[in-house]
């Protein structure tokens, strides 16, 4: 897509700190983070909202969602237990769509926000 925003970050027209990449994905820093931790991932591919999903996108979105616990193992947010099996650390998974549901750019993207509470504007 030409003046796709998120389509110049994947390819690399417009700078973004990159976290992952492969084929098909890639993650970045948002440049507003949210929380301590906050990276979109995206698919290369244009897909403007998880609207236009359908059976066949199942094997990307999976590839998506299954990216966030690499991640947060990265990024020092992933879920652990204590000798109790008191949870700790963790982080949250978030897919915007249209304009009822808050989504401000129109390509495809998971948000996962991570790291110590408070985030901005929630406990
Ligand atoms: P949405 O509201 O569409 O779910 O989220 C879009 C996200 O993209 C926002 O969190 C916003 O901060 C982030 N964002 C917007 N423009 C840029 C940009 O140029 N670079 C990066 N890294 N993030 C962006
Ligand atoms: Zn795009």
Sequence with gaps: MDNCLFCKIAAK??????????????????IH??????????????VPTLSECDASHTVLLGKMLALAPRLAAEHGCAVSYD?????????????????????????LHLH?????RPWRGQR
């Design 33 to 46: 983070p949210a929380a301590p931790v906050h990276l979109l991932v995206i698919p290369k591919i244009h």
């Design 83 to 107: 000798a109790d099996g008191v949870p700790a650390g963790g982080y949250k998974t978030l897919i915007n769509t249209g304009p009822d549901g808050g989504q401000e750019v129109y390509h």
């Design 112 to 116: 996962m926000y991570g790291g110590p």
């Design 13 to 30: 027209q417009i700078p973004s700190s990159v976290v992952y990449e492969d084929d098909e994905l890639m993650a970045f820093k948002d």
